[in-house]
């Protein structure tokens, strides 16, 4: 009786307040990600170990799903499939996850976020390179793309190249807290100040590069493959296939594979749990209900959070070129935004135009001579 009542006040909720909640829930369910994936590094777990435990949890929680919603949806598999899928694996979740450790373990938690909000940047500048996308410069969505892509280039060079002074340091009794032993054992930031900050930049923009790459190889993949779960699983199996031959061949401590405490198992069992199954759930929810330009707004509220939770729970400094860095990339990030909105926005006016019944010709008003200039924006084209 509970259940149901419960079930009938959320569905009685709108839906916009659903999706916003649902959005604000990711971000943070995100945010401790890059916590717990620092206290993992910070308790010893190998890095090599920590990818092949977290893709296993996540291929369990996918498969039942990909197999029976997409039962009658999914294609025969044939070995050109399988060729994508690999190489899906490779550049997605080999490149991408250990990039992320490598460079998370030479930085902190907050700017390994700021840096992944330049990912829609740097997407667009692929999609246009291979000729998925155009750049239409006479156009101010094609120039915001530009500016916006242009923004992240800049924040990613500052935060890499310079580190600044520092402009906030927790207080004493803060880093007495995270240094303390605790479930997590010792939070602290530990010696990554003794460690390169610049190489954990180019790792990170690895990456970024790297998300980048699988999101517009997906693109054609899901045209002759249109079974998103499927290909998800698909790619984490050949993912954890690749983590697991370089973890056998590179990772010859045997106890790596062991876990030492509880912290040990909870980072692994939340990095697939909750950052690799319930938010993939709730991400597909979003962008089937509001758009992927509604999910990406919220990117940058993702960074706020991490700021706060790993300044409490690690002890974690800012420093002004991390700052002037990630607010260089958020404006560009949502610079791209506002251009592929705007563009999605002109696609529809040409459309509903082109469509007009029997084309009947109409007085040119200045708007309609704005529009009718304007090219026309193929549909295979917005969904990068």
């Given at each position: 009786m509970a259940e149901s009542g419960s079930k009938r006040m959320w569905c009685s909720v709108p839906e916009r307040l659903q999706l916003h909640v649902a959005m604000l829930a990711l971000q943070?369910?995100?945010?401790?990600?890059?916590v717990v994936s620092r206290a993992?590094?910070?308790?010893?777990?190998?890095?090599?170990?920590?990818?092949?435990?977290?893709?296993?949890?996540?291929?369990?929680?996918?498969?039942p799903f990909a197999y029976f919603i997409e039962k009658k949806d999914r294609p025969a598999l044939n070995w050109n499939f399988v060729f994508h899928f690999f190489l899906l694996a490779l550049i997605g979740i080999t490149a991408n996850q250990g990039f992320y450790l490598l460079g998370l373990d030479n930085t902190s938690p907050t700017f390994a976020s700021a840096i992944q909000n330049s990912v829609p940047a740097i997407t667009f500048l692929m999609a246009a390179i291979f000729g998925i996308e155009k750049v239409r410069w006479n156009r101010r969505d094609g120039l915001a793309k530009v500016a916006g892509t242009l923004f992240c280039v800049a924040g990613a060079t500052v935060i890499t190249l310079y580190q600044g002074p520092t402009i906030y340091r927790p207080a004493p009794h803060l880093q007495n807290t995270s240094s303390s032993t605790s479930l997590f054992g010792s939070l602290g930031l530990g010696d990554a100040n003794g460690k390169s900050w610049a190489l954990g930049c180019i790792y990170l923009i690895g990456h970024c590069l790297s998300w980048s790459g699988w999101l517009v190889m997906q693109a054609p993949v899901l045209k002759k493959y249109p079974a998103r779960l499927s290909v998800t699983?698909?790619?984490?199996?050949?993912?954890?296939?690749?983590?697991?031959?370089?973890?056998?061949?590179?990772?010859?401590?045997?106890?790596?594979?062991?876990?030492?405490?509880?912290?040990?198992a909870f980072t692994i069992l939340y990095a697939g749990v909750v950052a690799s199954g319930i938010a993939f759930a709730v991400q597909i929810w979003c962008i089937d209900r509001g758009g992927p330009v509604f999910v990406a707004v919220y990117q940058p509220v993702q960074t706020l959070v991490v700021a706060i939770m790993s300044s409490i729970a690690l002890g974690e400094e800012f420093y002004l070129g991390g700052i002037i860095g990630a607010v260089l990339i958020v404006v560009g990030l949502y610079l791209v935004l506002w251009g592929k909105s705007e563009e999605k926005k002109l696609a529809k006016e040409q459309l509903a135009i082109v469509s007009a019944p029997e084309h009947v010709?109409?007085?040119?008003?200045?708007?309609?001579?704005?529009?009718?200039?304007?090219?026309?924006?193929?549909?295979s084209n917005e969904n990068v």
């Amino acid at each position: 009786m509970a259940e149901s009542g419960s079930k009938r006040m959320w569905c009685s909720v709108p839906e916009r307040l659903q999706l916003h909640v649902a959005m604000l829930a990711l971000q943070f369910g995100y945010a401790g990600f890059h916590v717990v994936s620092r206290a993992a590094l910070n308790m010893g777990i190998s890095k090599l170990v920590f990818p092949v435990y977290r893709n296993i949890i996540a291929l369990l929680l996918l498969l039942p799903f990909a197999y029976f919603i997409e039962k009658k949806d999914r294609p025969a598999l044939n070995w050109n499939f399988v060729f994508h899928f690999f190489l899906l694996a490779l550049i997605g979740i080999t490149a991408n996850q250990g990039f992320y450790l490598l460079g998370l373990d030479n930085t902190s938690p907050t700017f390994a976020s700021a840096i992944q909000n330049s990912v829609p940047a740097i997407t667009f500048l692929m999609a246009a390179i291979f000729g998925i996308e155009k750049v239409r410069w006479n156009r101010r969505d094609g120039l915001a793309k530009v500016a916006g892509t242009l923004f992240c280039v800049a924040g990613a060079t500052v935060i890499t190249l310079y580190q600044g002074p520092t402009i906030y340091r927790p207080a004493p009794h803060l880093q007495n807290t995270s240094s303390s032993t605790s479930l997590f054992g010792s939070l602290g930031l530990g010696d990554a100040n003794g460690k390169s900050w610049a190489l954990g930049c180019i790792y990170l923009i690895g990456h970024c590069l790297s998300w980048s790459g699988w999101l517009v190889m997906q693109a054609p993949v899901l045209k002759k493959y249109p079974a998103r779960l499927s290909v998800t699983s698909y790619t984490c199996f050949f993912g954890l296939i690749q983590f697991l031959v370089i973890a056998l061949i590179f990772e010859r401590d045997a106890q790596a594979w062991v876990f030492h405490s509880g912290g040990e198992a909870f980072t692994i069992l939340y990095a697939g749990v909750v950052a690799s199954g319930i938010a993939f759930a709730v991400q597909i929810w979003c962008i089937d209900r509001g758009g992927p330009v509604f999910v990406a707004v919220y990117q940058p509220v993702q960074t706020l959070v991490v700021a706060i939770m790993s300044s409490i729970a690690l002890g974690e400094e800012f420093y002004l070129g991390g700052i002037i860095g990630a607010v260089l990339i958020v404006v560009g990030l949502y610079l791209v935004l506002w251009g592929k909105s705007e563009e999605k926005k002109l696609a529809k006016e040409q459309l509903a135009i082109v469509s007009a019944p029997e084309h009947v010709p109409r007085p040119i008003t200045s708007h309609s001579k704005t529009s009718l200039t304007q090219p026309l924006i193929p549909s295979s084209n917005e969904n990068v």
